[in-house]
C-alpha cells in the first residue's frame, strides 16, 4: 500500500488486464505480469480499497494463497 494516488473501485479488476494503463505513457504490462506469475506459483494478487487493507488511502495490493 502507498498513499499515492488512490485506485477508483471501477478499475480495480482492470488493471489487471493486458494492456490496460492508467499512466500517459504505461504500457499495461506489468500488473498483468505479476498477477500471471503469482498464479503460476500459487498465489494471487488483487487491488482493494477495503479500509482493513488500505490504511494509508493510496493504491493497495493484497497478495494471497490460492485455495
Known sequence: MNSGERIDDSQLDDIFTLFYTRKRDGRGIG?????KNLNAIGYDIY???????????GACFVISKLK
Open 47 to 57: 487491488a482493494t480499497n477495503e479500509k482493513e487493507y488500505n490504511k494509508l488511502a
Open 31 to 35: 500488473l498483468y505480469l505479476a498477477k
